[in-house]
């Protein structure tokens, strides 16, 4: 399959606080390649023709009904995308991978189904299989004849997954592991095959592969749950479960390894996922603002309406962004791999990336959990009934914000890692803070003015930057390896990181397209990233403010607020307008209006 033409070598991971690419240099929705474009379309044509129909019976869990779906998925090839093609997949580029992912999540149950099974139930064999495991699983996963599941959590351990009460121990013979505990919330649970199962030999963490057949091994009852019904999810009881000893996944002692990397690509395609469930509904909720009249009008005529749907699709323009570009540098740096080590490799890139996976999986889960409650809201009491799909849609969201590391560890996650990889030098935050500091003490500098397509929102962006060198060297200067028990702090550095890589990611993604078609074709997506710009730079402000504020005290801190007072200086702007035209973009095609640009 033709992959898309990367220009140059892969930014690494949390290097854009340091560097500002050009433009054409990232990653956008518009350079999808026609065999790309068209995965997404046999996706979201799979799920509106064979999932969205039985939409209420999977809701009732009617018995076989999904596992069905899977393997109708897999006759057409959606199941396999991480599967290498040697093994019976699709083999996909990331890229690939990341429109699949897109454009099955119109409906909540099946996304998070297909996620636990091609994603995180089957990329741990992928990566860190023998070769013996791979021939044997890998075919049967692609076709979705087996489905998988992944199971990590217990009754006392979710995000501390290493606090793990599930115990192995080698048979006396020496021929396989005797497996006792219980896992929890486990995707699938109740249909899956194929189980990746952490547990404890001693005190070495490791992962195993469990077939649903081995004695001893016994799924609960389905969970009721707030959400997502139409997926399985169950309590996974061991009890002297005997699992032979070549179903160990990697090595004894490293399922650390397994389970965290797992979750990055994980993380990554939540987002991804995100972004399709929320242009679903907000191609609803536009429908519907035509439909419902009050007042003797549509209410989509009416300014709060138009202001509600405007935000929806900027929000989904700004994860949409970031999402992509970073799927590009994934890609990018996975096509560098060669030979025998190109797994090694793509293990690798997926930690490199581990930062911009978080900022996709918190930024796109509260991305989504903003839309679908305004499409409640446009619907009014309509959107709280149950025959009406954005109830559902707002009740299969919110789990978003919990699994897959809930979203305050993955906060904590950002910055520890920028932490880590400045530290070690491969990241040189410490030197760019030292260099921001001298720039500080020499005072103003009056350069020229800005020029270009959004000139003004690429100094925002810059003086963002700054900012968060700021706080964060403040930060660290004060509480050194202490800083990870200010966690509020943390928070507040990790919003910045994000706000910054998400207005960044939206002005290049606009610069790129305007530079392409003009900017009178281009001015809806300026208008979109103008306003997205203009409101993250003041959530940026205020973070920097609350982390300044924690950090000094007295004169020092009169100093450094005149200081981010200096970084944040820029002239205000009409968002009512700017939004009142992105509205119109979204209501001339009752849809989100950036697709595919």
Same mark, same amino acid.
């Given at each position: 399959m033709a992959t898309a033409t990367i220009p140059k070598?892969?930014?690494?991971?949390? $290097?854009?606080?340091?560097?500002?690419? @050009?433009?054409?240099?990232?990653?956008?929705?518009?350079?999808?390649? &026609?065999?790309?474009?068209? *995965?997404?379309?046999?996706?979201?044509?799979?799920?509106?023709?064979?999932?969205?129909?039985?939409?209420?019976?999977?809701?009732?869990?009617?018995?076989?009904?999904?596992?069905?779906?899977?393997?109708?998925?897999g006759e057409v090839g959606l199941m396999g995308g991480g599967v290498p093609e040697q093994y019976g997949g699709a083999g996909l580029d990331k890229i690939a991978t990341t429109v699949l992912t897109e454009k099955l999540s119109l409906y909540g149950g099946f996304a998070v189904t297909h996620g636990a099974h091609a994603g995180i139930g089957t990329l741990p064999i992928v990566y860190f299989g023998t070769e013996e495991q791979k021939k044997k699983y890998l075919p049967k996963l692609a076709t979705?004849?087996?489905?998988?599941? !992944?199971?990590?959590?217990?009754?006392?351990?979710?995000? &501390?997954?290493?606090?793990?009460?599930?115990?192995?121990?080698?048979?006396?013979?020496? $021929?396989? !592991?005797?497996?006792?505990?219980?896992?929890m919330w486990i995707t699938n649970g109740g249909f899956a095959d194929v189980y990746i199962v952490f547990a404890k030999i001693g005190d070495k963490f490791t992962a195993f592969i469990v077939e649903r057949t081995f004695p001893g091994f016994k799924p609960?009852?389905?969970?009721?749950?707030?959400?997502?019904?139409?997926? +399985?999810?169950?309590?996974?009881?061991?009890?002297?479960?005997r699992v032979p000893k070549e179903n160990v996944l990697h090595e004894i002692g490293r399922g650390h390894i397994v389970a965290f990397n797992i979750l990055n690509a994980g993380r990554f395609t939540l987002g991804a996922s995100c972004?399709?469930?929320?242009?679903?509904?907000?191609?609803?909720?536009?429908?519907?603002?035509?439909?419902?009249?009050?007042?003797?009008?549509?209410?989509?005529?009416?300014?709060?309406?138009?202001?509600?749907?405007?935000?929806?699709?900027?929000?989904?323009?700004?994860?949409?962004?970031?999402?992509?570009? $970073?799927?590009?540098?994934?890609?990018?740096a996975m096509a560098a791999a060669s030979g025998s080590d190109k797994v090694q490799h793509s293990m690798k890139v997926l930690e490199e990336y581990a930062i911009e +996976? $978080?900022?996709?999986?918190?930024?796109?889960?509260?991305?989504?959990?903003?839309? %679908?409650?305004?499409?409640?809201?446009?619907?009014?009491? !309509?959107?709280?009934?149950?025959? !009406?799909?954005?109830?559902?849609?707002?009740?299969?969201?919110?789990?978003?914000?919990?699994?897959?590391?809930?979203?305050?560890?993955?906060?904590?996650? *950002?910055?520890?890692?920028?932490?880590?990889?400045?530290?070690?030098?491969?990241?040189?935050?410490?030197?760019?803070?030292?260099?921001?500091?001298?720039?500080? @003490?020499?005072?103003?500098?009056?350069?020229?003015?800005?020029?270009?397509?959004? /000139?003004?929102?690429?100094?925002?962006?810059?003086? /963002?930057?700054?900012?968060? @060198?700021?706080?964060?060297?403040?930060?660290?200067?004060?509480?050194?390896?202490k800083l990870a028990e200010e966690q509020e702090l943390i928070a507040a550095l990790s919003n910045m990181v994000m706000e910054t890589y998400a207005m960044e990611s939206c002005l290049l993604r606009t610069q790129k397209f305007t530079a392409s078609k003009g900017e009178a074709a281009?001015?809806?997506?300026?208008?979109?990233?103008?306003?997205?710009?203009?409101? /993250?730079?003041?959530?940026?402000?205020?973070?920097?403010?609350?982390? @300044?504020?924690? %950090?000094?005290?007295g004169d020092m801190l009169t100093t450094q607020m005149a200081v981010l007072k200096r970084f944040g200086k820029r002239a205000p702007v009409d968002t009512i307008a700017l939004r009142r035209r992105v509205a119109a973009g979204v209501q001339s095609q009752d849809r989100y209006p950036f697709e595919g640009r």
């Open positions: 070598p892969a930014a690494k991971g949390g $290097s854009f606080l340091l560097e500002s690419p @050009l433009a054409q240099d990232v990653f956008t929705p518009a350079d999808l390649t &026609d065999d790309q474009r068209l *995965i997404g379309q046999t996706a979201e044509e799979f799920v509106t023709k064979e999932v969205l129909p039985l939409a209420k019976e999977l809701e009732a869990k009617k018995p076989g009904l999904m596992p069905q779906l899977v393997k109708k998925g979705g004849e087996w489905i998988g599941a !992944y199971c990590l959590s217990e009754p006392q351990a979710g995000s &501390d997954a290493q606090n793990s009460l599930t115990r192995a121990e080698l048979s006396a013979d020496g $021929s396989h !592991y005797v497996l006792n505990g219980q896992k609960g009852a389905e969970e009721h749950k707030m959400g997502i019904h139409g997926s +399985s999810t169950t309590p996974i009881f061991l009890e002297n479960c972004i399709g469930g929320a242009k679903n509904v907000l191609q609803t909720a536009a429908k519907y603002g035509k439909e419902r009249k009050a007042f003797g009008k549509q209410i989509g005529d009416f300014g709060l309406i138009r202001e509600k749907l405007a935000e929806m699709a900027i929000q989904i323009f700004a994860v949409e962004s970031m999402v992509y570009r $970073s799927a590009g540098n994934i890609e990018a +996976s $978080s900022i996709a999986k918190i930024y796109g889960s509260e991305m989504l959990d903003y839309v %679908v409650d305004e499409a409640v809201q446009i619907f009014g009491g !309509y959107g709280f009934h149950e025959e !009406y799909p954005v109830c559902r849609a707002y009740r299969d969201s919110r789990i978003n914000r919990i699994f897959e590391g809930t979203n305050e560890i993955n906060r904590m996650l *950002i910055i520890q890692m920028l932490m880590k990889r400045a530290m070690g030098g491969q990241l040189l935050l410490i030197p760019a803070a030292m260099k921001l500091a001298e720039e500080i @003490l020499a005072g103003p500098s009056f350069g020229e003015a800005p020029e270009g397509v959004l /000139a003004e929102e690429a100094l925002v962006v810059a003086n /963002a930057k700054k900012m968060f @060198l700021q706080a964060a060297g403040g930060a660290m200067q004060k509480y050194r390896e281009s001015q809806v997506m300026m208008d979109a990233a103008r306003a997205f710009i203009a409101d /993250a730079a003041e959530r940026v402000d205020h973070e920097a403010k609350r982390a @300044l504020a924690a %950090v000094h005290e």
